[in-house]
């Protein structure tokens, strides 16, 4: 049964850190990334990792403040994002992609950085 689950949502001040972690399992997943969402804008990808960690992409609206990690044994993501800002204030998605599987997704875990 497969099984994505995000978690280390919460409310922090601007230019604060948090680290969101994933945990997926039930299947060999190749690429793992992280997306957010806020109400009324699509879906957007913010990062992601292959199994490997050889590749690994960012946002440019994030790149320079959060860093994706994978620990490919456990199929955990983690997402450590620092110097928050206001606009970095959405639902974060964790998908996880498997060979010959549509996607899957968590439940999504809410990330607002206001003062």
């Known amino acids: 049964q497969v099984h994505v689950e995000e978690s280390g949502g919460g409310l922090v001040q601007p230019g604060g850190s948090l680290r969101l972690s994933c945990a997926a399992s039930?299947?060999?997943?190749?690429?793992m990334g992280w997306y957010r969402e806020v109400p009324g804008n699509q879906r957007e990808r913010v990062a992601s990792?292959?199994?490997?960690?050889?590749?690994?992409d960012y946002a440019d609206s994030v790149r320079g403040r959060f860093t994706i990690s994978r620990d490919s044994a456990k199929n955990i993501v983690h997402l450590q994002m620092n110097d928050l800002k206001p606009e970095d204030t959405a639902v974060y998605y964790c998908?996880?992609?498997?060979?010959?599987?549509?996607?899957?997704w968590g439940p999504g875990t809410e990330v607002t950085v206001s003062s």
């Open positions: 990792i292959t199994a490997s960690g050889r590749s690994i």
């Open positions: 998908k996880a992609v498997a060979e010959t599987h549509p996607p899957y």
């Open positions: 039930g299947l060999p997943f190749y690429f």
